[in-house]
Structure formats: structure tokens, C-alpha cells
T-cell receptor
Framework: RKEVEQDPGPFNVPEGATVAFNCTYS??????FFWYRQDCRKEPKLLMS???SGNEDGRFTAQLNRASQYISLLIRDSKLSDSATYLC??????????FGTGTRLKVLA | DAGVTQSPTHLIKTRGQQVTLRCSPK?????VSWYQQALGQGPQFIFQ???????QRGNFPDRFSGHQFPNYSSELNVNALLLGDSALYLC???????????FGDGTRLSIL
């Protein structure tokens, strides 16, 4: 079993739609969780940290479920510019980032 | 405020050669991590440097080595290059444990 698993997609959604991604992780001792966004042939960019209580940043909402060992990302009112690959990141130990393979999102006009 | 900078941007090598990639962390950051990203995959952790020492290492062979300098910049060295080493190599920096890492643009390495 992979340490961090994501549905690779692609998710093709119309503009204005709401879309949700899940990411599961295997190490129950993981401490920190993040979502990164990566555009084609570019570097990953931090989208948001994920906190136990859940957190929101504009149209983006992240949730953490420690009992079931998954994190989620919800995007409301999708824009064309949201088209990218979304990478789930879980820390292993204190220092090591474990990335999922990423979920591709394509927002259609 | 400069972000994470990497050099070179692109590199072409042949099998068996050696390569050195360079990274300058974001201002104020003292920790540097290196990742390898193959096409269609998420970045894979190679190792992390803090206070000029390798603090943690991923599942990469000894052909991959690194260094961190007193000014926190870092190098990634790969010896005896294989075709499978072709990838995007990403450097990321951070300030504290558990804090988000910030990535450079990467070095795209092609092995012929």
C-alpha cells in the first residue's frame, strides 16, 4: 500500500461547479498535512495547510479526518484557472514530505 | 524577497556521467530538501539538510549525495547517471519543523 494515495483523475468539471478530492494516508503518526497545486511543468506551490479543525481560504476548504486517515480539498465555484494537478502532502516523521501522485483537474468553459 | 532559486534550469548528460545541481533557499529559511519528480508522478523525497548535515533520507541509493553550506545553500550530486535518473529535480526550503516548504522552479535533467 502506498503511504499517500490519491485518485489521479482527471476530473473534468464545468465552470462554477463544486469539486472535491480525497487523499488517504497510511501512517497514523503523521503530524502535518498540506495541499499543493502544480501547473504543467512547473514547481508545486502551496495551496493551503490542513488543520484538524478544518480550514477555509476563499473558495477552498480543507478537512482532516484522523480517525479514517484522510484529508480532503473542496473547491467551490470552479474557475478555468483552477485547472492544475493537486498534490496531497503528508509528513512522515518530523521532516519528510510524502507526496501523493496528484489529482488532475480540468475546468471546462 | 527572493524565493527558492535553482540552477541550472535544464541539463543534458549521458549515462555514467556525474551531475551537480544547486539551490539557494528562500530568505530566512535554514532547511533544504531535495525531491525527484518523474513524469506523471508526485515528487519523491531524496533527503533534507539542516545545519549542514543530512537530517533524513528517502529511498535513494548512495549515488545521490548532497551538501549544505554555511549560507544554507545546497547542492545535490548524482554519480554514475542512469537513464532512470531523468526527471525534474526540485529543491524546497523551510524554516521550522512542520512548516510548509517552498519550492524552486526545478532542474530538468535528461540522461541520454
Amino acid at each position: 500500500r502506498k503511504e499517500v494515495e490519491q485518485d489521479p483523475g482527471p476530473f473534468n468539471v464545468p465552470e462554477g461547479a463544486t469539486v472535491a478530492f480525497n487523499c488517504t494516508y497510511s501512517n497514523s503518526a503523521s503530524q502535518s498535512f498540506f495541499w499543493y497545486r502544480q501547473d504543467c511543468r512547473k514547481e508545486p506551490k502551496l495551496l493551503m495547510s490542513v488543520y484538524s479543525s478544518g480550514n477555509e481560504d476563499g473558495r477552498f476548504t480543507a478537512q482532516l479526518n484522523r480517525a479514517s486517515q484522510y484529508i480532503s480539498l473542496l473547491i467551490r465555484d470552479s474557475k478555468l484557472s483552477d485547472s492544475a494537478t493537486y498534490l496531497c502532502v503528508v509528513t512522515s516523521g518530523t521532516y519528510k514530505y510524502i507526496f501523493g501522485t496528484g489529482t488532475r483537474l480540468k475546468v471546462l468553459a | 524577497d527572493a524565493g527558492v532559486t535553482q540552477s541550472p534550469t535544464h541539463l543534458i548528460k549521458t549515462r555514467g556521467q556525474q551531475v551537480t545541481l544547486r539551490c539557494s533557499p528562500k530568505s530566512g529559511h535554514d532547511t533544504v530538501s531535495w525531491y525527484q519528480q518523474a513524469l506523471g508522478q508526485g515528487p519523491q523525497f531524496i533527503f533534507q539538510y539542516y545545519e549542514e548535515e543530512e537530517r533524513q533520507r528517502g529511498n535513494f541509493p548512495d549515488r545521490f549525495s548532497g551538501h549544505q553550506f554555511p549560507n544554507y545553500s545546497s547542492e545535490l550530486n548524482v554519480n554514475a547517471l542512469l537513464l532512470g535518473d531523468s526527471a525534474l529535480y526540485l529543491c524546497a526550503s523551510s524554516f521550522d519543523q512542520g512548516q510548509p516548504q517552498h519550492f524552486g522552479d526545478g532542474t530538468r535533467l535528461s540522461i541520454l
